[in-house]
């Protein structure tokens, strides 16, 4: 009976260093349950196949998901999120176009992984400035095709506006910049609130149901990460606002709009047909100032085009890349 003794005191050890592991591991979520949240990021990074890297530039630390996994002669796909996005909402697309292209997917400044200054200026010139030289710092020997999302389509506009050499085709999806028509998203915007701020769990399905018209599609935030999420949200409620300011009613609000008559490279506009933040009539706007853009319009999805829709996203950025 003897013999058996290491045996039993090797899984008594084993039983406490896991529960040790466990106790320690729900130490740390109670302290900060947003480690839920960013450890699912990682998984879906890790299930685009997407690598994480850093650079300086324009002054900022920038935080980026990358694959490489592309034919030399292939163009860099550089995606640029919108208003209280992040990296994270182009995963969807990027595995549909890994191996294809090289892919480049950043945090802007202030926002997600990426470092945000104290009275530094978050707006859309001041941004399309920053997004230009990281494309300059990251692919100088690749032509570049620029998708933007909301905030980020109108980002991307004035970095192809104003910087055709780096900027070789572009693509707008459900981009701000332009006076569309009236909903209640645009309207609270210029009555001075935030749509889209997130304070407890109501406020956060709220957000949810206006970005997304697809249940399907719609991310499921199980508490304690929902927890996290808001704690997050609500410390950023502040800069959040500040770039809603100048994004949504301050002077700038219409730039990328203006500029979209500079833009002559070939360029896609897409939206989804119930957008309930930028209004689809916001795609003819663009592309009445622009040289022949192509058009998609789809069904069934709404402000998150590239996540409730990604196949057909992935399709239509496949033909402005390829077509001559």
């Known amino acids: 009976m003897r013999t058996h003794r290491p ?39 890790w299930d685009a196949g997407l690598s994480r890297a850093s650079i300086d530039v324009a002054g900022h630390r920038w935080v980026y998901a990358y694959n490489d996994d592309a034919p030399r002669d292939a163009p860099t796909i550089v995606m640029v999120h919108g208003f209280t996005g992040s990296k994270e909402n182009w995963y969807l697309l990027a595995k549909r176009l890994r191996g294809q292209y090289r892919l480049l997917i950043p945090d802007l400044p202030g926002w997600g992984e990426s470092e945000r200054k104290a009275g530094e200026d978050y707006g859309f010139v001041a941004q399309s400035e920053r997004l230009d030289a990281f494309v300059r710092a990251t692919s100088p020997d690749r032509p570049v095709v620029l998708l933007g999302h909301s905030m980020g389509g109108g980002i991307a506009a004035l970095a192809a506006a104003r910087h055709p050499r780096d900027i070789a085709r572009v693509g707008l999806f459900a981009a701000a910049g332009v006076r569309f028509r009236d909903n209640r998203f645009g309207i609270d915007v210029l009555a001075g609130k935030n749509p889209f701020g997130v304070e407890d769990e109501a406020s956060l399905q709220r957000y949810l149901d206006v970005l ?45 709009g203006d500029g979209a008559a500079n833009i002559h490279q070939p360029a896609l506009l897409l939206w989804c047909r119930q957008d309930a933040v930028i209004d689809p009539s916001a795609m003819a706007l663009y592309a009445a100032r622009m040289p022949q853009p192509t ?20 399709d239509a950025v496949r033909t402005l890349v390829e077509t001559p």
């Open 295 to 314: 058009q998609v319009m789809l069904d069934g999805c709404g402000h998150m085009s590239i996540m409730e829709r990604p196949d057909a996203v992935a």
């Open 212 to 256: 997304f018209h697809d249940e399907a599609a719609r991310p499921v935030v199980p508490w304690p990460a929902s927890s996290g999420l808001i704690a997050h949200r609500r410390a950023g409620a502040a800069f959040e606002q500040s770039v809603l300011d100048r994004i949504g009613r301050g002077p700038e609000r219409f730039l990328p």
């Open 7 to 45: 045996l039993r005191t090797a899984a008594l050890v084993a039983a406490v260093l896991l529960a040790l592991l466990v106790l320690a591991g729900a130490i740390a979520i109670a302290l900060d349950p947003y480690r839920l949240v960013r450890a699912e990021f990682a998984r879906q990074r």
